[in-house]
């Protein structure tokens, strides 16, 4: 009896722990985020993208990332930061990696 008193206090507190970790977000989509983010979150990824070229250039699918990259900076440098968030994500997950986040 006392063996099966304890088992449940135990399961108790794992509950009362795993339920006070905070919840893990998805990343805000760019078409949600606000020109000063989208503008902020531009220069993460053009940095992230140039970091990752390094390594994947010469690649088949690093040309169509090229392509997206520079219509993105495009875009970012254009005025329109949101859209060019969008392709510049697209342009990181065309070479099989996970574009940063705010």
């Not at 990824?45 to 250039?57: G, M, S, T, Y």
């Not at 169509?64 to 990181?92: F, N």
Request: proline share 6%; charged share 20%; aromatic share 4%.
């Amino acid at each position: 009896m006392r063996k099966i008193t304890t088992i449940i206090a135990a399961m108790a507190l794992s509950g009362a722990a795993l339920n006070s970790l905070p919840a893990i977000a998805a990343p805000t989509p760019a078409s949600q985020l606000s020109t000063g983010d989208a503008q902020a979150l531009c220069k993460e990824l053009d940095n992230q993208f140039k970091f990752v070229i390094q390594f994947k250039d010469g690649l088949p699918y690093t040309q169509d990332a090229r392509k997206l990259h520079k219509s993105g900076m495009t875009e970012c440098d254009g005025g329109q930061p949101v859209q060019g968030v969008a392709d510049l994500q697209k342009s990181i997950r065309g070479m099989y990696v996970v574009p940063d986040t705010l």
